[in-house]
Nanobody, 127 residues
Framework: VQLVESGGGLVQAGGSLRLSCAAS????????MGWFRQAPGKEPEFVGA????????YYADSVEGRFSVSRDNANNMGHLQMNSLKPEDTAVYYCAAKWGASPSYYTYSNHRAYDNWGQGTQVTVSS
């Protein structure tokens, strides 16, 4: 499955952005979808994920209550709604997909479990 992110940009602290992930190729509805972010010189950091059925979601503690993952399998789209943004949310954001599996926080949050990645979109939050 091929993934393309969009929706990044520059926003002031406290603002909102909605990232989108367009999928093409094999059936997106069979893939778990994750969102990760990476700041310069750091490892990819888990942000949130949603299972292939759309019912199970997991979030990193740092974004719980502020970010929300959703997906529209009929249109092969995933979204990351980001509210109450903070300067420390600044990073390149990636959507990723892996073949659907039994949900667990460990497998959904482990970036090494994902084998399909988008090109990333920059999010910059100014103070």
């Amino acid at each position: 499955v091929q993934l393309v992110e969009s929706g990044g940009g520059l926003v002031q602290a406290g603002g909102s952005l909605r990232l989108s992930c367009a999928a093409s190729g094999r059936a997106f509805s069979s893939y778990d979808m994750g969102w990760f972010r990476q700041a310069p010189g750091k490892e990819p950091e888990f942000v949130g994920a949603m299972g292939w059925r759309g019912g199970t979601t997991y979030y990193a503690d740092s974004v719980e209550g502020r970010f929300s993952v959703s997906r529209d399998n009929a249109n092969n789209m995933g979204h990351l709604q980001m509210n109450s943004l903070k300067p420390e949310d600044t990073a390149v954001y990636y959507c990723a997909a892996k073949w659907g599996a039994s949900p667990s926080y460990y497998t959904y949050s482990n970036h090494r479990a994902y084998d399909n990645w988008g090109q990333g979109t920059q999010v910059t939050v100014s103070s």
